[in-house]
T-cell receptor, first 115, second 117 residues
Framework: GDSVTQMEGPVTLSEEAFLTINCTYT??????LFWYVQYPGEGLQLLLK?????DKGSNKGFEATYRKETTSFHLEKGSVQVSDSAVYFC??????????????FGQGTILTVHP | EAQVTQNPRYLITVTGKKLTVTCSQN?????MSWYRQDPGLGLRQIYY???????DKGDVPEGYKVSRKEKRNFPLILESPSPNQTSLYFC????????????????FGPGTRLTVT
């Protein structure tokens, strides 16, 4: 079945540091890929998405590129802020069939940014 | 404001006492889903619904029931809760895009933290 693997956390960085959170996936066909963010005490919010190979999703300074050849969707940000402290989830949505609409999540990566 | 609401936000109950967690969305979305979030496991789908009166099991449906009598509501029912159902629960909704490829986002509720003692 479909699966998503994220790098082990937690990740602790100083403000203005470069961030990478690795995400790889296993899926049949051509899934859509997502990064969701969960701030403390809140639900999940979509951060960015990509729907086909070589697409780059971007939002709030975060970027991720859909790499089909390496089945990866790594999240990057050039300069993190304290306000970026949250849990980040990589997820995929399979294309069609009985799994249509279902999101398969990675285990989440806790990011803490210190001033 | 477009949103998914859940109630209650926090619930402590005892083993075997039936409970219902409500979920409502105001975006006229066809698709609704329930997930549970556990440390180290991410989110796992419990049940989903493609439209009114159409529901199906997700990855971890045991011990849960759902119903979809109205498009906006998708309650989660625990007939006889057990301690292993202690978790953080999220409801989500989404509209369909019939383009042969799933590219829509799901909107999540704020979560319900359930403790079963």
């Amino acid at each position: 079945g479909d699966s998503v693997t994220q790098m082990e956390g937690p990740v602790t960085l100083s403000e203005e540091a470069f961030l990478t959170i690795n995400c790889t996936y296993t899926a049949t066909g051509y899934p859509s890929l997502f990064w969701y963010v969960q701030y403390p005490g809140e639900g999940l919010q979509l951060l960015l998405k990509a729907t086909k190979a070589d697409d780059k999703g971007s939002n709030k300074g975060f970027e991720a590129t859909y790499r089909k050849e390496t089945t990866s969707f790594h999240l990057e940000k050039g300069s993190v802020q304290v306000s970026d402290s949250a849990v980040y989830f990589c997820a995929l949505s399979a294309a069609g069939g009985t799994s249509y609409g279902k999101l398969t999540f990675g285990q989440g990566t806790i990011l803490t940014v210190h001033p | 404001e477009a949103q998914v609401t859940q109630n209650p936000r926090y619930l402590i109950t005892v083993t075997g006492k039936k409970l219902t967690v409500t979920c409502s969305q105001n975006m006229n979305h066809e698709y609704m889903s329930w997930y549970r979030q556990d440390p180290g496991l991410g989110l796992r789908q419990i049940y989903y619904s493609m439209n009114v009166e159409v529901t199906d099991k997700g990855d971890v449906p045991e011990g849960y029931k759902v119903s979809r009598k109205e498009k906006r509501n998708f309650p989660l029912i625990l007939e006889s809760p057990s301690p292993n159902q202690t978790s953080l629960y999220f409801c989500a909704s989404s509209g369909f895009m019939f383009l042969g490829r799933s590219s829509y986002e799901q909107y999540f509720g704020p979560g319900t933290r359930l403790t079963v003692t």
